[in-house]
């Protein structure tokens, strides 16, 4: 028996999306899910009646977005720099303007051979994943707090990650930034995007927000807690000339380039998203070495 709308005419794809409370896009995105066809197939079927349980479980899947939760957590995945993560509710949802980042990092290391990339606070794994994949030779540590988010990242990286890809799998670490390293560590780029959403900051109130994890997106103080942490710390794990690429609030790229300049970094600048927005700031340690990580 097919379901039927309140009119008791047959509900059709194209009956559901011209009816749904939400945005088209994200009610073609639902509807495709709930019903397991191609966005194509919501044109070429949109007029096969729907069985009740497609039916229920694209009502159910629409209600929880008009609740707020995002789209990503209920499909469970976001495309990031054409891969298609998995994502749930333990880490936070990959963004376009990252890409931003992963398009720097990739900059950076272009004339390195085989080069050693940390990223700081990996959450799924979309950053260093997408530097992975660019570039098969160069090896990938990714380091989160999270157990939970490591393991979102590890089945991503396994899904994305060519098994042969002579810079090696993608190395997982638990670690409070850089705690779990070994002191000679060494690389010749860091990466992150790190909680940088002040505690007071209203938005973390706000749509999407609201359902990602709160650690991943402030420090709990002034959104700078936690980008001090990494640049103080960041000369002493890159390799001489080594870059370290840091995400930032649409306010902070100046108080950013104070704190690497502050550290010693040279070349210090900001990157702008395609909004206009300073989204990204970076710099390189000098070339004559690295300091002594035993002093942070």
């Known amino acids: 028996m097919s379901a039927r709308s309140d009119d008791a005419s047959p509900a059709t794809a194209s009956a559901l999306l011209r009816v749904s409370p939400l945005p088209a896009l994200e009610a073609r995105i639902l509807l495709g899910h709930a019903l397991g066809w191609r966005r194509t197939e919501l044109i070429t079927r949109g007029d096969e009646p729907l069985a009740e349980a497609a039916l229920a479980h694209y009502r159910a899947l629409e209600a929880r977005r008009v609740a707020g939760e995002p789209i990503a957590q209920i499909v469970g995945t976001r495309e990031f720099y054409g891969l298609e993560f998995d994502v749930t509710p333990h880490v936070l949802i990959p963004r376009p303007e990252t890409e931003l980042l992963v398009e720097q990092a990739l900059a950076a290391i272009e004339s390195i051979a085989r080069p050693r990339v940390l990223d700081l606070g990996t959450g799924s794994g979309a950053i260093a994943i997408a530097i992975a994949a660019s570039r098969p030779d160069a090896h990938v540590c990714a380091l989160d707090r999270s157990p939970e988010a490591l393991a979102t990242a590890e089945r991503n990286a396994a899904r994305l990650l060519d098994a042969q890809r002579p810079g090696g799998p993608l190395q997982v670490m638990q670690s409070d930034w850089y705690a779990a390293l070994e002191r000679t560590a060494r690389f010749d780029l860091i990466v992150s995007n790190p909680p940088y959403i002040a505690c007071d900051d209203p938005h973390l109130t706000l749509g999407d927000l609201r359902f990602e994890p709160r650690g991943a997106l402030t420090d ?5 807690s936690a980008i001090r942490a990494i640049v103080a710390a960041a000369p002493a794990f890159l390799v001489p ?17 104070v704190l690497l300049t502050e550290r010693g970094l040279t070349d210090v600048h900001s990157l702008t998203d395609l909004a206009g927005i300073e989204r990204a700031t970076g710099g390189a340690v000098a070339a004559i070495g690295a300091s002594d990580p035993t002093a942070h």
């Not at 000339?241 to 380039?257: F, P, T």
């Open 220 to 224: 709990e103080a002034d959104g700078l």
């Open 241 to 257: 000339g080594g870059s370290l690429w840091i995400e930032h609030g649409y306010d902070q790229a100046a108080a950013v380039r």
